[in-house]
Nanobody, 124 residues
Framework: QAQLVESGGGLVQAGGSLRLSCAAS????????MGWFRQAPGKEREFVAA????????HYADSVKGRFTISRVNAKNTVYLQMNSLKPEDTAVYYC?????????????????WGQGTQVTVSS
């Protein structure tokens, strides 16, 4: 079993930055790929970024490439999403998710565990 708790969401002006954190419990965190997904009102949930268990491989949605950075510190059981140059279209609930053992989750179905989400609102 694993539990994921997101934090760091909030309200920010366009062009600003936020850093989301996801604290994970469970002994298998360090061998799971981790991902961030988001869902805006009235829209389908979409992939944002993912990182391999070692941190050596990352994937990003085209819409966030060059602006967002995913990273992890296994010693702290924590994964981060640094979001820069935020745009109003980044407004959504952001979810942290843990992939299957050894997998890098780029789709919701790749994930075994999910957090409750944290709201990010970007004003224009």
């Amino acid at each position: 079993q694993a539990q994921l708790v997101e934090s760091g969401g909030g309200l920010v002006q366009a062009g600003g930055s936020l850093r989301l954190s996801c604290a994970a419990s469970g002994r298998t965190f360090s061998i799971r790929g981790m991902g961030w997904f988001r869902q805006a009102p009235g829209k389908e949930r979409e992939f944002v970024a993912a990182v391999s268990w070692s941190g050596g491989t990352t994937h990003y949605a085209d819409s966030v490439k060059g602006r967002f950075t995913i990273s992890r510190v296994n010693a702290k059981n924590t994964v981060y999403l640094q979001m820069n140059s935020l745009k109003p279209e980044d407004t959504a609930v952001y979810y942290c998710a843990a992939g299957g053992l050894g997998a890098v989750p780029t789709t919701w179905s790749d994930c075994d565990y999910w957090g409750q989400g944290t709201q990010v609102t970007v004003s224009s």
